[in-house]
């Protein structure tokens, strides 16, 4: 007889374990009212914190009993007393004299009427362009201080580490040979992004060197890229005293024989009118700026010859685009007067036959004198078309058709230049400070150009 398979055996064992598996009793769930009488037996948090601060208590309680280490409390409170009294003594004090001078709910929007002037530098030798970069509060100032010959980068902090500014760049406006330049020293200051808002490189700087009566670009390695020293009929550049970027990355910059003040930008006038360009606003296109700022260029590279695109009945000292780079704002500073022209916002070209008055200080009131006149240095505009201009010894706040919404008078300084900040506040060069005005929320700089 054949043996009997395992098989079967085997297959009917394993519903015979899962049964008994399954009849595993589980332990019986805990009624509500067990719950919490197990809870009713733990502390809760408040008690939990009390006995903490109460072991803390004991243990400061022993601590302070003992005359030994009293000496730390002691050290401990004049230390920060001390910190306390530096970080006030360091922090920027309100510019003596200043004041908000407008009532209107459109200058409210722009300036608080509340708004204090704060000083970040006093004693500067000539205070010069600038320059704010970045985007938000971690952005930074660039400055410029003409009778040192440099540029300085702003640093705000707290206590110890509130420095107020450090070098950023040495022999700024002119490295050698310009002895006979009443100012050589002297900058302008313009971050040239080619590529627009979405680009995704880091921009180069571009410094106006009145002194080395050229423009050129600074290498993050100090490196000094020449740009334009010449106009496109070969005639050397007087001095560039301001730029800024236009649409389809052109680049525009003003040149005069005369600085801001009137007077020849050279010591010994006669040598001004030889073989110097005439003044006016000149561009550098695109496709002229590309070799020089790439990342391969250097201090032997051929600069590029800019084209005049554009004049004013004085002296063009400052520039700067509306909102949405339909117009170029030129500051004269003989006139006295901010002249605009049209401006093609997708190539960037100049209509010259345009040009028409778009503030003039005898709106102001301020226009009676020549000083006065004179004092049309810097030009900033925010994302609203706002325009903001230097005066005599106060900034106007224009509105986008050139109305004078109010002004910031600064007591005695005179602002030569200034910057819209991404963090909320207006940057002001005077003579001899840096200045900071607040300004309202929402306030911000312009897009840059498509």
């Known amino acids: 007889m054949a043996p009997r398979s395992n098989k079967k055996q085997a297959t009917s064992r394993a519903p015979r374990a899962a049964d008994t598996h399954a009849r595993q009793r589980l332990p019986p769930p805990v009624s ?44 401990l409170l004049s230390g920060g007393s001390y910190m ?47 320059l704010w970069r970045g985007d938000g509060a971690a952005g930074q100032l660039l400055f ?63 410094v106006c060197e009145q002194g080395g009566r050229r423009l050129s670009r600074v290498k993050q390695d100090g490196v ?36 801001a003040a009137g007077a020849s930008k050279r010591r010994d006038a006669t ?30 590279a051929a600069a590029a010859a800019p084209t005049r695109v554009a004049a004013v009945p004085g002296t063009p000292e400052a520039l700067a685009f509306n909102a949405d780079y339909t117009a170029l704002y030129v500051a004269d500073s003989a006139e006295g007067a901010v002249f605009a022209f049209d401006v093609d916002p997708k190539s960037g070209a100049v209509d010259e036959a345009s040009r028409s008055v778009f503030f003039d200080l005898a709106t102001a009131g301020d226009g009676d004198d020549l000083a006065s006149r004179r004092a049309f240095r810097g030009l900033a505009v925010d994302a609203l078309g706002r325009v903001f201009a230097t005066g005599p ?23 030569v230049d200034l910057a819209v900040a991404s963090d909320g506040h207006l940057y002001v060069v005077t003579e001899t400070m840096l200045l900071r005005v607040p300004l309202a929320r929402g306030v911000a700089p312009p897009k840059l150009p498509k």
């Not at 009427?113 to 970040?120: C, D, I, N, T, Y």
């Not at 009118?273 to 201090?299: E, F, N």
């Open 393 to 415: 010894r106060k900034v106007y706040v224009l509105g986008a058709d050139g109305a004078l919404l109010g002004a910031v008078a600064t007591a005695a300084e005179q602002p």
């Open 271 to 300: 040598l001004a009118d030889r073989g110097a360009a005439a003044d006016g606003v000149y561009a550098l296109s695109k496709a002229q700026l590309a070799p020089l700022v790439a990342d391969g260029a250097d201090a032997d």
């Open 84 to 130: 306390s009294l530096l970080d006030a003594a360091l922090a920027p004090a309100a510019l003596a004299g200043a004041r908000v001078d407008g009532a209107a709910a459109a200058f409210a929007a722009v300036v608080p009427p509340a708004a204090v002037v704060k000083v970040l530098v006093d004693g500067l030798d000539g205070g010069d362009a600038a």
């Open 32 to 75: 509500r009212r067990e719950q919490q009488r197990l809870y009713a037996n733990q502390p809760s948090n408040m008690t939990r914190a009390k006995e903490a601060l109460g072991v803390a208590g004991a243990f400061a309680s022993r601590i302070v009993k003992n005359v030994e280490n009293w000496w730390f409390f002691l050290f």
């Open 224 to 259: 000094r890229v020449p740009v334009a020293s010449t106009d496109a009929a070969g005639d050397a550049l007087n001095g560039p005293s301001s730029a800024a970027l236009g649409p389809n990355g052109t680049v525009f910059f003003a040149d005069a024989h005369a600085s």
């Open 144 to 206: 410029g201080e003409a009778g040192a010959n440099r540029v300085w980068v702003h640093e705000d902090g707290s206590g110890l580490v509130r420095v107020g500014h450090s070098v950023f760049l040495q022999e700024a406006g002119c490295a050698a040979g310009c002895e006979d330049f009443a100012a050589p020293g002297a900058v302008c200051l313009l971050d040239y992004d080619a590529d627009g808002p979405d680009g995704a490189g880091e921009p180069a700087l571009l």
